[in-house]
């Protein structure tokens, strides 16, 4: 079996550890890699990267890849993952392989959804309909960026999977109702408020190499220009006032399930549920916004602990591989958000390329279960992780 056939039968459903052994496909007898890469050549999400950057705008990779500051905790994120060793149980009956889930009453092909992240016409002519698209092949679940450069309207009219909404609250708070308004209306199955990013971090990298947006390129879903307005002089830093009242404010406009993201503090965590919060996202922003914060993956079982089984928490951040999940699900998530590779998998392969990188995803963290001697994610719990 090839690893496009097999990416086409984890497509079709049902896994066994069979199917999960690599297959020899034939390379190119000589002269090294082709310029280009076919999707079914790169093996992992670094290779997926490595091959976006080879076709990006150095500026946008630039924009995509940094983190702030001196990218500490972007660094961190994934360094976090790597440093914990997992511990299999040998010889358990793992002949039948399911990574599917619930979360927020939604049943899911796997604990992985994609993170929102913006601007995806800088990388793809379709931007963000063509991520719904591979969401959709992936039979993922997209949360799409308020700073999307297509409307919410427009993505739920091409998505087949559900489709989350993040939100960041605008100033105008008539403004900000009238959003929520809209994403339900569009069909949005959940509303993600992020929190942690009132302003950009100092984003080092891009500012000396920065992205110029092309002509046609806008923010359909910011109904007002005071959101759009970058941190560009010295001369003041005034970030839009965002506090808990408006938070609960938000939970009474809408009946989705509310869910805040970039919680990195077990105190805020649990203010959050005890007004009424669905869901807590627990994330640095991919250290884009305060470097020399901590791992999420260091973050997530504090606040696992605070909000014991109150509502699910998710985790994103320098999650490139099926072992990356499977420690997050063991500290406690529900499930974990992908953000930079699934633009990367955009830009190599626009819709095919984003689902190529979940189901990559997926396959790994099918692999690292059957190896693990875990059939199910309830099977997955602390003891996975090596002391
Ligand atoms: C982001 N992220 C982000 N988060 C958010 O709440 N709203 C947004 O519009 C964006 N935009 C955005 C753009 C780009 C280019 C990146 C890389 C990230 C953060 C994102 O949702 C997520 O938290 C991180 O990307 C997760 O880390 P990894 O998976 O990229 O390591």
């Known amino acids: 079996m090839t690893r496009k056939d097999f990416l086409a039968a984890l497509g079709a459903g049902a896994v066994t550890p069979q199917m999960l052994k690599s297959s020899p496909e034939s390379k190119p007898a000589s002269g090294g890699s082709p310029p280009v890469l076919k999707l079914s050549e790169l ?92 969401a959709g092949l992936a039979e993922a679940t997209m949360v799409l960026s308020n700073g999307a450069n297509t409307s919410v309207e427009d993505v739920l009219r091409v998505a087949t999977q559900p489709v989350w909404f993040q939100l960041y609250v605008d100033p105008d708070r008539g403004l900000a109702r009238e959003l929520v308004q809209r994403v339900e209306a569009a069909g949005a199955k959940a509303l993600c408020v992020t929190v942690d990013a009132p302003i950009d971090g100092a984003r080092n990298r891009p500012d000396r190499n920065p992205v110029v947006i092309p002509p046609g390129v806008g923010y359909p879903n910011y109904l007002s220009k005071a959101d759009l307005v970058a941190l560009q002089s010295l001369e003041g830093v005034h970030p839009p006032l965002l506090e808990w009242r408006d938070i609960e404010w938000i939970r009474s406009l809408t009946k989705l399930p509310v869910l805040l993201k970039g919680i990195m503090n077990p105190r805020d965590a649990d203010t959050a549920v005890k007004l009424g919060i669905d869901g807590i996202m627990v994330s640095n922003h991919g250290g884009r916004c305060l470097d020399t914060q901590p791992a999420t993956i260091e973050v997530l079982p504090r606040v696992v602990a605070q909000v014991n089984g109150r509502v ?38 626009g819709a095919e390329g984003v689902a190529y990188v979940l189901q990559l995803l997926r396959q790994e963290l099918l692999m690292a279960m059957a190896l693990l001697g875990r059939s199910t994610l309830a099977q997955i719990d602390r003891s996975v992780i090596w002391h």
Do not use: F
């Open 312 to 349: 699910p928490v998710i985790v994103d951040g320098g999650i490139r591989r099926g072992t990356d999940v499977v420690k997050a699900i063991a500290l406690g998530a529900s499930a974990v958000q992908i953000g930079r590779p699934c633009i990367y998998g955009l830009a190599v392969g």
């Open 43 to 134: 093996c992992s999400l670094d290779d997926v990267e490595a091959q976006a950057r080879s076709v990006m705008l150095s500026s946008v990779y630039d924009y995509v890849s940094a983190g702030a500051a001196d990218e500490l905790t972007t660094r961190w994120n994934r360094e976090k993952y790597r440093e914990l060793r997992l511990q299999a149980e040998v010889l358990t009956n793992v002949s039948q392989l399911d990574c599917t889930t619930t979360l927020l009453g939604q049943r899911m092909k796997m604990p992985i959804l994609l993170a929102p992240t913006s601007n995806h016409r800088l990388v793809h002519p379709e931007g963000e309909l063509a991520t719904a698209r591979g």
